[in-house]
Nanobody, 119 residues
Framework: QVQLVESGGGLVQPGGSLRLSCAASESIFSIYAMGWYRQAPGKQRELVATITKGGRTNYADSVKGRFTISRDNTKNTVYLQMNSLKPEDTAVYYC?????????????WGQGTQVTVSS
């Protein structure tokens, strides 16, 4: 059974940091690159960061230099370190497996974790 469980969200002031975690089932984690997505109220879900099984990373321009994606292949877990947070980073954050061309999320969506950046 495919499972994706996100955690680590919360309320943080602008300029602050959070670290998100995603525990993924072996069936996704061992095959695919992993990605973090986010969906703000009234907006479409967007892909913000990806990491291949070999550790190659890619970031959306809006988060480049502030967010860092990593993965622990021994724990089937992917992380998103978010620094210098801005109010526009407020969203529900999800992880998922990602197709080779980064256009398709391959698994079912988890419950996500809410990140709110506000003073």
């Amino acid at each position: 059974q495919v499972q994706l469980v996100e955690s680590g969200g919360g309320l943080v002031q602008p300029g602050g940091s959070l670290r998100l975690s995603c525990a993924a089932s072996e069936s996704i984690f061992s095959i695919y690159a992993m990605g973090w997505y986010r969906q703000a109220p009234g907006k479409q879900r967007e892909l913000v960061a990806t990491i291949t099984k070999g550790g190659r990373t890619n970031y959306a321009d809006s988060v480049k230099g502030r967010f860092t994606i990593s993965r622990d292949n021994t724990k089937n877990t992917v992380y998103l370190q978010m620094n210098s947070l801005k109010p526009e980073d407020t969203a529900v954050y999800y992880c998922n497996g990602v197709s080779r061309d980064r256009t398709v999320a391959v698994g079912p969506w988890g419950q996500g974790t809410q990140v709110t950046v506000s003073s």
